[in-house]
Antibody, heavy 119, light 111 residues
Framework: QVQLRESGPGLVKPSQTLSLTCTVS??????????WSWIRQPAGKGLEWIGR???????NYNPSLKSRVTISVDTSKNQFSLKLSSVTAADTAVYYC???????????WGQGTLVTVSS | QSALTQPASVSGSPGQSITISCTGT?????????VSWYQQYPGKAPKLMIY???NRPSGVSNRFSGSKSGNTASLTISGLQAEDEADYYC???????????FGGGTKLTVL
């Protein structure tokens, strides 16, 4: 079955760019049925939708993050990526990648990766 | 787009049924039959329990059911078991630039 795994630095300095990659295994990221999503969760808090990308390259972003977010896909590597610029301590969270359907539900999820923003 | 509204906590005894509500607006929950529910244990990734209001993915117990009325969706867990103690989140498609919105989460305690 499809599995997803996040990777990237666990520590990012304030004002710098957070970069994460999600590697998809057990299935093709080029499947026409699915979107590929990023969601985050600050410690002790709820889930926040970051955005998603279709394999065509079409994207949707959370308006509250849109000016700082870029999601891209690399079908040759079966990966998709997240870049979040100008980070602050408020961006410290566990970041999840997930496969989703156009109607919004997501399944499965990656295990999540903690990113801490600190100098 | 504001987050969907869920109760912070609910509780129930083993064998009982509980319902968790998820209130949105006419532009998300009320406008689309695209509400999903997730179960999350501490330190673990969320797991899809219900999609498109009332559909259960393969492998999810039929003790979990979903429904919707107007701007409010609900998750009902019947025959409550100790293993159901977890956080539960709802989510809705919005059809706008926001795309998808989550609820604030509900902590379920099995007494």
């Amino acid at each position: 079955q499809v599995q997803l795994r996040e990777s990237g630095p666990g520590l990012v300095k304030p004002s710098q760019t957070l970069s994460l990659t999600c590697t998809v295994s057990g299935g093709s990221i080029s499947s026409n049925s699915y979107f590929w999503s990023w969601i985050r969760q600050p410690a002790g808090k709820g889930l926040e939708w970051i955005g998603r990308i279709y394999t065509s390259g079409s994207t949707n972003y959370n308006p509250s993050l849109k000016s700082r977010v870029t999601i891209s896909v690399d079908t040759s590597k079966n990966q998709f990526s997240l870049k979040l610029s100008s980070v602050t301590a408020a961006d410290t969270a566990v970041y999840y990648c997930a496969r989703g359907y156009w109607s919004g539900w997501v399944d499965p999820w990656g295990q999540g990766t903690l990113v801490t923003v600190s100098s | 787009q504001s987050a969907l509204t869920q109760p912070a906590s609910v509780s129930g005894s083993p064998g009982q049924s509980i319902t968790i509500s998820c209130t949105g607006t006419s532009t998300d929950v009320g406008d689309y039959n695209y509400v999903s529910w997730y179960q999350q244990y501490p330190g673990k990734a969320p797991k899809l329990m219900i999609y498109d209001v009332s559909n259960r993915p393969s492998g999810v117990s039929n003790r979990f059911s979903g429904s919707k009325s107007g701007n409010t969706a609900s998750l009902t867990i019947s025959g409550l078991q100790a293993e159901d103690e977890a956080d539960y989140y709802c989510s809705s498609y919005t059809g706008s630039s926001t795309d998808v919105v989550f609820g604030g989460g509900t902590k379920l305690t099995v007494l």
